[in-house]
């Protein structure tokens, strides 16, 4: 295939699927509980604490299964994990909201989890990597904006659909959105640019060859090439820890705070419509965040980056502790929103640049183990408003993690 100089890289429409791979599995399985959590609680007699608990059981299996997809995609690619994942997902999502006892809802909700993270996570950011070396952060910054966007319109819109068609509607619209991003993937994503004839970022290449009259088409590197990381060496890796654990104590603040925001906001006296917009504007501005941060890894020590975005998300927590203040509310949506923004984007651009693109699913597959930290976040923004009826102590435990991240990350070597 011969690429012209005004014809559009291919790769950004992988980014382009990727977005919505992170919008619909993110917006879904965490954004969306902002909107499903009191109505679910009223209707189904349950505490908040009991729904957080179905976050944490949802968390671990699904992070979980990340290696699973990781060890997949060196195989089989990426096509086939969007198709299933979606459909799974989206049938999940759909009975979530009708049953009636917490451990069908546990199931579920951890079915859910599993599905998204087959059309979400490892496997959406794997599609984007193939894809793209120098601007690898500017489009992983695009895709993954697609996780906070979520974040802006999936809760609004489900609040929305839930005070006018009940929750059991609201699901299933949204449910059926989810199936059908499956058919959608499997008609555009491509799993590498050699396969059409292409090189990462949209550089000139080499006509493809032929041999025997048949198009040589490009397969993934050789397992040995993959294998340039195995656990044994990763595990020996102080940069392996660092990078992990920095980013795991990261999202247990992040989630935390996201998942029930908008709850937060109508605790302190604001109508259910106007936190949720409170909220959504946090994930807006969360979505030009992982924009900017990813596009700052392109330029910038993508380690470096991480330690400012983590500086400013210590900030923007710590004005979300001022208390009676209009200013610092309206301060910390924007600050907290935009460095949230940037964790999710910088962590598969650090993963890239350290251990290699063509390593790069084999070693996000074990690193993302360390994300399942965040299950911790739902816990503890759970137990403080049941304990205490205010999130206040859970952010200042989020905000103690956020400096243990900081010194993470300034050790880590050049």
């Known amino acids: 295939m011969k690429e012209t100089r005004n014809k559009l ?13 992170y919008f619909l599995s993110t917006g879904t399985g965490f954004y969306a509980f902002n909107a499903f959590l009191e109505p679910l609680c009223d209707a189904r007699g349950w505490t908040r604490t009991d729904l957080n608990l179905a976050l944490v059981i949802g968390t671990a ?3 979980s299964s990340q290696y699973v997809y990781g060890t997949i995609l060196m195989k089989s690619g990426v096509r086939i994990l969007m198709v299933c994942g979606s459909l799974v997902a989206g049938l999940s999502f759909i009975f979530i909201a009708r049953v009636e006892s917490l451990w069908q809802f546990y199931l579920f909700y951890s079915l859910l989890f599993i599905g998204n993270g087959a059309y979400g996570g490892i496997v959406a950011g794997t599609a984007v990597n193939n894809w793209f070396v120098d601007k690898r952060g500017k489009a ?3 895709s993954t904006a ?30 059926l959105v989810m199936i059908a991003f499956g058919p959608l993937a499997w008609i555009i994503v491509k799993d590498w640019p050699e396969d059409m004839g292409l090189a990462p970022d949209g550089l000139p290449t080499a006509a493809p060859a032929y041999a025997a009259g048949q198009l040589q088409i490009h397969v ?66 969360g979505a030009a965040g992982k924009y900017t941060w990813g596009m700052m890894c392109d330029r910038f020590n993508p380690g470096r980056v991480a330690i400012l975005m983590t500086v400013t998300h210590i900030l923007g927590l710590s004005l ?25 984007s910088t962590f598969p651009v650090i993963v890239a640049t350290i251990f290699g693109r063509k390593n790069f699913a084999s070693v996000l597959r074990y690193i ?10 739902y816990l503890i923004a759970g137990r403080s408003f049941d304990l205490t009826g205010s999130y206040d102590a859970a952010y200042a435990i989020f905000i103690g993690l956020d400096f243990a991240a900081v010194l993470l990350l300034f050790s880590l070597r050049k």
């Not at 980013?247 to 302190?268: E, N």
């Open 220 to 285: 993934p590197p050789p397992a040995s090439d993959q294998s340039q990381w195995p656990l044994t060496r990763l595990i020996r890796s102080d940069v392996f820890w660092k990078i992990g654990l920095a980013f795991g104590l990261l999202m247990i603040g992040t989630v935390g705070v996201m998942s029930q925001l908008k709850p937060r906001f109508t605790d302190i006296g604001f109508s259910h419509l106007t936190a949720m917009l409170m909220m959504s504007g946090a994930a807006l501005v």
């Open 146 to 175: 697609g996780m906070s966007l979520s974040g802006a319109v999936l809760p609004l819109a489900a609040l929305l659909l839930i005070q006018h068609t009940g929750i059991e509607t609201a699901a299933l619209c949204i449910g």
């Open 368 to 377: 993302s183990f360390f994300l399942i930290l965040q299950m911790f976040g």
């Open 320 to 344: 979300g502790l001022i208390k009676n203040s209009t200013a610092a509310l309206i301060i910390f949506i924007p600050v907290f929103g935009f460095a949230m923004g940037g964790i999710m």
């Open 61 to 63: 299996f699904g992070f």
């Open 9 to 21: 890289y291919y790769g950004w429409f992988i980014a382009a699927v990727a977005f919505w791979g």
């Open 140 to 142: 992983m910054g695009i």
